[in-house]
């Protein structure tokens, strides 16, 4: 009898175990677990906007490409279902479903629902948030012409909103808007109402608006290779100082690609630098890659050969690999090698949008050339200079040499009735200003560095005057003082 009620006791044991099992896998539904994230970034920012606090709806937003990845039809409609539950939202409901694949809802009982504020509407930052999540689901999805629909019902809507909580959400459905445009080849459909908005934005202070229309209209003008177009709205528009990093960086990056199509390279290098600083440290790796070839072909470009540790990293090695031979090639001075390289890795270059630049640097290759000659050799012929660099004649070769001594890449001297060039001793480059110049460049930059970094600090609200005496201290400590004062003054009387 006691083996057969064990017995009974270990089943009963074993069933608890298999219910218990049942009701964590059921509590730990994916699409459950998803609506219960969108209800809290929804509270969140309810509470943003009660309380004027901005860092809530940038939690949400940072938040958004892991949200974006739980996305589904069965999501979605759970969502919208909960939360479009005002006669008011019924027609915002019903035109944001028709973008949603039918898929069977999760169980009323089990997703969160509003509440008390069923019968009110949803705040219209609320709203737009479920509208981009909406936009976001049919970019992922590749339905790029429900995509441009949904876009354009959104920023219509936005055109009636004037409210700085709603800023920061607006800013990302206006990227999103150009990027459904991207995804069907319409982008220059885009470019008006892009600027409309941008000169609204300036109009009311939007600083994050303004800076995510600017970097959509670069990325516009610079899609279609219209860089004179992309320099005029640079010199004519303010980037605002209070935008957010990830936004200066894509304006620091399409600086970079101005100016280094415009031949000043140097400039190019800084905003390229500035633009990696600010990238954000643990995503965002094809952003990297992309500043990081642009940033080598530039530094080629101004004469300098990238250290070696560039190549090396993590998250730019294989993206790297067609430039690190390229920087070999320009390394070494070898003309057939760079044409090697060129024609092996062209589609490269060009879907990279650096191929004009790396033509440019057949010219750096020569200069790299005509440098190594004149180091090896004290005294040599055009002709066998010209042997040396595959060129058609001597002359071709006397020309060459004259341009780089004119710019200051060797030091040698022409014999034209000899048909030689001979070299000079290497000055010393201490004896010149160019140590200064790089110092002082050094400086400059830490101490940019440092100004942005102050602007980027956040402060507690009126906590600069929690180390300041109250009103009724500095009477007390006054007092104390003067009753201080009149005690040293009797003293005084007393000693005399």
């Not at 990325?219 to 980037?239: G, I, M």
């Not at 101004?302 to 560039?310: D, K, M």
Request: charged share 30%; aromatic share 8%; glycine share 2%.
């Amino acid at each position: 009898m006691t083996a057969t009620k064990k017995a009974d006791k270990v089943e009963d044991v074993e069933m608890k175990d298999e219910t218990e099992k049942e009701v964590e896998v059921e509590k730990k539904d994916p699409n459950l677990l998803s609506v219960e994230d969108i209800r809290e970034h929804c509270k969140l920012i309810r509470r943003s906007v009660e309380t004027k606090e901005t860092r809530f709806v940038l939690r949400v937003l940072r938040a958004l490409p892991v949200t974006r990845r739980k996305l589904n039809p069965t999501v979605l409609r759970t969502v919208l279902k909960t939360f479009y539950t005002a006669e008011g939202d019924k027609d915002t409901k019903e035109s944001l479903l028709k973008f949603v694949a039918p898929a069977v809802e999760l169980d009323g009982s089990l997703t969160p629902s509003r509440g008390k504020a069923s019968a009110t509407p949803l705040f219209p930052e609320v709203d737009y948030y479920m509208s981009l999540l909406v936009l976001i689901h049919l970019i992922d999805q590749k339905k790029g012409g429900e995509a441009v629909v949904c876009a354009k019902q959104i920023v219509a809507k936005l055109e009636n909103q004037n409210r700085r909580t709603l800023d920061l959400i607006s800013a990302k459905c206006y990227f999103y808007y150009m990027r459904a445009h991207e995804m069907v080849g319409q982008l220059a459909d885009s470019r008006t109402m892009l600027h409309s908005r941008l000169r609204t934005a300036t109009l009311r202070n939007d600083f994050e608006g303004q800076a995510v229309l600017i970097n959509c209209l670069l990325r516009n003008y610079l899609h279609y290779n219209l860089y004179n177009q992309a320099d005029k709205l640079v010199l004519k528009c303010t980037f605002p100082e209070q935008a957010s990093n990830n936004e200066w960086a894509r304006y620091y990056y399409y600086l970079g690609r101005i100016k280094a199509m415009q031949l000043d390279y140097s400039e190019a290098h800084k905003h390229l630098l500035q633009s990696a600083r600010k990238a954000p440290q643990n995503s965002a790796a094809g952003f990297k890659q992309h500043v990081a070839k642009l940033s080598v072909t530039v530094d080629l470009l101004l004469g300098n050969i990238p250290e070696r540790q560039t190549f090396l990293l993590k998250e730019v090695k294989v993206a790297l690999h067609p430039y690190l031979q390229l920087t070999q090639a320009v390394k070494s001075g070898d003309l057939v090698r760079f044409a090697d390289v060129v024609k092996n890795f062209a589609d490269q270059f060009n879907t990279d949008h650096t191929y004009t630049l790396i033509m440019r640097l057949h010219h750096n290759v020569v200069k790299t050339a005509v440098r190594t000659i004149s180091l090896a050799y004290s005294k040599i012929t055009f002709a066998d200079i010209a042997q040396k660099l595959l060129l058609d004649s001597p002359e071709d070769a006397e020309f060459i040499v004259a341009k780089a001594i004119r710019d200051g890449v060797i030091e040698a001297v022409l014999d034209h009735d000899s048909g030689t060039m001979q070299s000079r001793d290497t000055s010393d480059v201490y004896a010149t200003r160019e140590p200064q110049i790089a110092f002082n460049q050094r400086i400059e930059f830490c101490l940019d560095l440092h100004n942005h970094s102050v602007k980027a600090m956040r402060f507690p609200p009126k906590s600069y005057n929690k180390e300041l005496e109250s009103a009724e201290d500095r009477r007390e400590r006054e007092a104390q003082d003067l009753e201080l004062a009149k005690e040293m003054a009797e003293d005084d009387d007393d000693a005399y």
